[in-house]
């Protein structure tokens, strides 16, 4: 919190000071101003909670700074300090929001009452305008989320074309006809919103369109997720455009800013012909068509029409999968999938269309499986647009982990939830995720995440942030490590991010809490 101190005597700006508490308040930052001018300055740049204001001062008096502060119409809290008691100095207070109005000499006592009542005024008024904008943020938040879900639906074929959707378009400055439109698959999504997203899969796809935006530039464009595998871009005026851009050149510059920002690979499948978006829904299967010759094994993704021995059907698994689930070995099911995923990695050439059938095989499975078990859920499914397949491999022993702790035999009470939690709080500053969970002790990631809630009334991920805070308090409070390294030392990548989670739980930034921290150790309480 910041304050103001305006007065043309300096050893009345400096008896202020010294009479309030700074560390009572929370202040921190003190600013002077001798004249009225000097003080608009401060104000429009530093916007302080506080202002201690005298009424008589060249150049710009009291009065004429009180109505400019109402202009403003800013939150700042004025008491004003004067000599004089004049009604009209009372009411320019009054009409600027003033909070008190101390007389020339004045207490400590009554000066630091009237700075308590002018904070909690303050406070009370930041609180109402951060809640309106949280509101409004969360309001504009759904809008998108419907929109994106209205076309979504349309592009499916779910639903038709209707004026919400040219809505849509005239709201995102897109044009109805000559429309460049590619399907994009993230590879290795679930790696990445776990070690860097602590599983936000909403904060993962801000940063993805943010940073598609910045690489696409000023050409009107709008990523939309058809489902968390597939991700439709749609940018107007063609593949040449007005400025004669290439759509593969916005396209690869978005690519290359991914990997460079996010650590992100895609693969990317466009339609070789501009579009309307009466015909969207067409261009983007036909977009697909291109996705689907691709090559998902590892370091390949140009589109592939080499020969290759024939894929192994994942059917073949089917009775060894089913003995392995009636037993409740998770070695044998662990040993089963690994070993046809290598035999798909030795292949030399596996596109997506044949990884889609494996998928489709693996689905057939599960669902049978699931069919045998009374009362349960629905059957675990893997998604058809997997384009990684280590990726592939993780998600698919997760499927069976879940048609396992169904049959209630690999379950073994809260132990294997207590070593999950001692895990967590050894290795804490590493990267986790529930991918990272599930692999290393064979459950599901819904499984790990209702066990560990039930088991300890708290999410992995409130756990982790815990364990992560109360070790960047010690190291703040008894090192002299930037914030930078200390965010790198707990797991993030991002200092800022740090930062942003290290004020949220604590309520003051790094810095401040360091700040504080050591002018307690220097002057206990």
Known sequence: ?????????????????????????????????ENGIEALELIKANKPAVVFCDMK????????????????????????????SDFEYTRAAIKANGVDYILKPFHRKELEEAL????????????????????????????????????????????????????????????????????????????????????????FFFAVDNIAR?????????????????????????????????????????????????????????????????DLGQAVGEAKQELLGCDVLP??????????????????????????????????VLDIVGKYAEGLRQQGKLTLKELQICSLEANLILSRLTAKQSGTSPAPHLPLWISDIEEWEKMLLQQFWIVLEATN?????????????????????EDISFATLSEKFHLSPQYISKRFKETYNTTII??????????????????????????????????????KVFKKQTGMSPLRFRKVRHQTQIFPI
């Open 1 to 33: 919190m910041k304050i103001l101190i305006v007065d043309d005597e300096q050893h009345v700006r400096e008896g202020i000071e010294l009479s309030i508490s700074t560390e009572k308040f929370g202040i921190t930052d003190i600013f002077m101003a």
């Open 299 to 332: 370091g390949k993704s140009k589109a592939s029409t080499a020969g290759a021995q024939e894929v192994p059907p994942f059917m073949n698994q089917q009775f060894l999968l089913q003995k392995a689930i009636e037993t409740g070995n998770k070695r044998f």
């Open 409 to 429: 035999i690999a379950s073994q009470g809260s132990q294997e939830i207590e070593t999950i939690r001692d895990y967590l709080t050894r290795y804490f500053h």
């Open 57 to 84: 001062m060249p150049m710009m008096n009291g009065i004429e700074l009180l109505q400019k502060i109402r202009e403003i119409q800013s939150n700042t809290q004025v008491i004003v300090i004067s000599g004089y």
């Open 214 to 278: 910045d690489a696409i530039g000023d050409s009107p464009s709008y990523l939309c997720r058809l489902d968390d595998y597939q991700w439709l871009m749609i940018i107007g005026d063609g593949a040449t455009g007005r400025k004669g851009v290439n759509l593969s050149m916005h396209l690869e510059r978005a690519r290359r800013a991914w990997k460079q920002t996010l650590g992100l690979e895609v693969l990317i499948g466009q339609c070789a012909r501009a579009c309307s978006l009466a």
């Open 462 to 499: 409130s756990y982790l942030t815990e364990l992560k805070i109360e070790k960047a308090k010690a190291l703040l409070s008894n090192t002299n490590s930037a914030v930078s390294q200390i965010a790198n030392q707990l797991g993030y990548v991002d200092e800022n991010y740090f930062s």
């Open 116 to 203: 308590q009542k002018a904070v909690s005024a303050w406070n009370e008024l930041e609180s109402i305008k951060q809640s309106e904008t949280e509101r409004g943020h969360i309001i504009r938040k759904a809008d998108a989320l419907l929109d994106e879900k209205k076309l979504a639906s349309f592009v499916k074929g779910e639903s038709p074309l209707t004026d919400a959707v040219r809505r849509i378009f005239n709201k995102l400055g897109l044009p109805e006809q000559i429309l460049s439109i590619s399907v994009i698959l993230p590879r290795k999504r679930m790696d990445i919103v776990g070690s860097r997203f602590e599983m936000d899969e909403e904060l």
